[in-house]
């Protein structure tokens, strides 16, 4: 329960105080600044607090906006104010000064204002975040004579509260096909869910369920099977949406829900890929090669997008970017079809969710895997193409947070930082392009010897340790270059696609199937590093990162395995592998998000481009 204390005295014929109650508040009325004052000190410091003002005349869902979004400890709209438990302090000695200020005006001077408003202006004045929600046409207003307060209730009933709600639940850039094919009926799901008290996180595992059945039907290998998988495939997008629409329809933002929603997403994309793969194995076709090609692919696709956003992160010239590249961009934006097609040819979760489902149903799972290989390289080569022209067109200043996500990104091991410390001197020398270009050849340098010289063999380890010494030399010193964002995709797509050549080289049955598994969780790792950096919470622990190797250090360890052992004992070998990181990154990734659920942490809610 939450509180809300109501000030001023009550206005005749008012629903304020229901609406309040609907909200989940209980109301307590007010006379007075002191009297607001001492029952905010009387209040439980773990409860939300609102002060409203008793003349407030608006919308419904202008008051849930502003007083009921955990995202935020302090928020303010017209006429009311509100504190989590984190803003009470600061609340609290904002009522107090008014508190001073009134007894002062009570000797001569008349104060007109809202005491809300008064508030909400102090907390400015404090440098305290306030949070003021964008109200668009709901109203939001404290009349101060009975005609204004007329006209303020006309324009309550002009404008539709449920309407604006249900729009608002939608995310405001999304991709074509979830635009126009989910969303026009997704948000009434999520209304539906709502009333009827379900939550965004039943929705989310209700959404991973889905997926999880088609990967299993897609599993069969079968006609029918396929097109079930499809069919549910498509379902669970749904309901992916509906997720999101309802935590913004009700408000129900958390930290867990948000780390369910982003980690759910990429277990139910590989997990169909993977289904995929059992299902062509059934009818005679070995796939597993093109379905871990097209997990490395999107996998790091994300990366390039996290690292590239991180980079920017704090750069005032970043959101008022003025090259040529963005000036193009700002062009085409202008041109209503251009921007439905940007979005579209990026392949974001919705078109390819649709193109997977509709070939998974139509042709084989081979046809699937090559159109979606060749989708997601070409959005890949546009996207990357265009951030990396904005970097060089522009002069990035590169804070020191951004550096340490980039750094955090990298997932460099212990043989890496071991070697950094007297590898700085050189990589203090070296241009500022010249820091991606070495993680780039040393990544070529491991994935091609291990692809041009078969499996096992002393090469791929020679090759295996000048990747170990590129990648000291590129994070030596502080990622701040202008195409320093690309050092983690380099890493990762090196990683990755040693582990997918040694498997391919290995030519036994299990191998790739074990690559599969050992880059799933070493990609669960690299996504939970994303989204602690998000969340503000700074990256794993640094013994995960030491425990688990560090990127360099698995790739010696895959080579090294690779030339000690016989293909199918390599082939066990990842297995256990794979299982050993997993067992411990979703440990502790679990361990982590739950308590962080628990202890209160801020609630994350990305809006941000389409997965």
Known sequence: MSTAILTGPPVPGSSLEGDLRSLGFDVRAVSGTAEAEALLAGVPAGERVAVVDARFVGHVHALRLGLTDPRFELAAIPGAVTAGPAGRGALARALARESSVSAEAAAGTTLVDSLADRIATALDADGADVHRPELGSLVAAVPGDPQTRNEARQAVAAVDDEAVRLKSAVKARDGFFTTHFISPYSRYIARWCARRGLTPNQVTTASLLTALVAAGCAATGTRGGFVAAGVLLLASFVLDCTDGQLARYSLQYSTLGAWL??????????????????????????????????????????????????????????????????????????????????????????????????????????????????????????????RVLRSLTRRARRTDRAARALADLADSGPLAEALAGPLKAPAGRLPGAAVPAVALLGGLAVVATAVSTGFGGPWTIAAACVYVLTSALAVARPLKGALDWLVPPFFRAAEYGTVLALAADADVNGALPAAYGLVAAVAYHHYDTVYRIRGDAGAPPHWLVRAIGGHEGRVLVVAALAALLTAPQFSVALTVLAVAVALLVLAESIRFWVTAHRGGAPAVHDEGEPA
């Open 261 to 386: 929603d982003a980690t759910f997403d990429r277990a139910k994309e590989y997990a169909y890929y993977a289904g995929l793969a059992l299902g062509a194995a059934r009818g005679g076709d070995d796939v597993w090669a093109l379905a871990l090609g097209a997990m490395v692919l999107q996998t790091c696709r994300h990366v390039v997008d996290f690292s590239f956003n991180e980079a920017n992160t704090g750069d005032p010239g970043a959101a008022a970017n003025t090259s040529p590249t963005a000036a193009l961009s700002d062009r085409l934006d202008s041109v209503g079809w251009t921007v439905w097609v940007r979005r579209m040819i990026v392949l974001p979760i919705g078109e390819r969710w649709a193109m997977i489902a509709v070939l998974t149903a139509a042709t084989t799972p081979r046809i699937t895997f090559y159109a979606l290989l060749v989708g997601c390289a070409f959005a890949a080569t546009y996207t990357t193409a265009g």
